[in-house]
Nanobody, 124 residues
Framework: QVQLVESGGGLVQAGGSLRLSCAASGLAFDNYAMGWFRQAPGKEREFVAA????????YYADSVKGRFTISRDNAKNTVYLQMNSLKPEDTAVYYCALDVSLFCRDHPHDYDYWGQGTQVTVSS
């Protein structure tokens, strides 16, 4: 059974930082691309970042480029999202997701497995 478990969310002031983690189990983690998405109240789930199985290629939404960094440790079956210079508009539930393809893709429909989400709240 595939499981993705996020952690690291919380409340932070604008300009602060958080690091989210997503631990995967139940499959060969290092074969697959991983992504982070977020969903604010009343809004659709939106793409944040993605990383190829090897970590050699990353892809970011324009809204987070230069502030967020996605990385992975295949030995630990974990993907990370380092979030710096946080803004109130970054407030959302953040989800990690696994894509059984080899590519960095940005649509929720492309992803096969999802975590339960972790809340990130940025105060002004």
């Amino acid at each position: 059974q595939v499981q993705l478990v996020e952690s690291g969310g919380g409340l932070v002031q604008a300009g602060g930082s958080l690091r989210l983690s997503c631990a995967a189990s139940g499959l060969a983690f290092d074969n697959y691309a991983m992504g982070w998405f977020r969903q604010a109240p009343g809004k659709e789930r939106e793409f944040v970042a993605a990383i190829r199985w090897s970590g050699s290629t990353t892809y970011y939404a324009d809204s987070v480029k230069g502030r967020f960094t996605i990385s992975r440790d295949n030995a630990k079956n974990t993907v990370y999202l380092q979030m710096n210079s946080l803004k109130p508009e970054d407030t959302a539930v953040y989800y990690c997701a696994l894509d059984v393809s080899l590519f960095c893709r940005d649509h929720p429909h492309d992803y096969d497995y999802w975590g339960q989400g972790t809340q990130v709240t940025v105060s002004s």
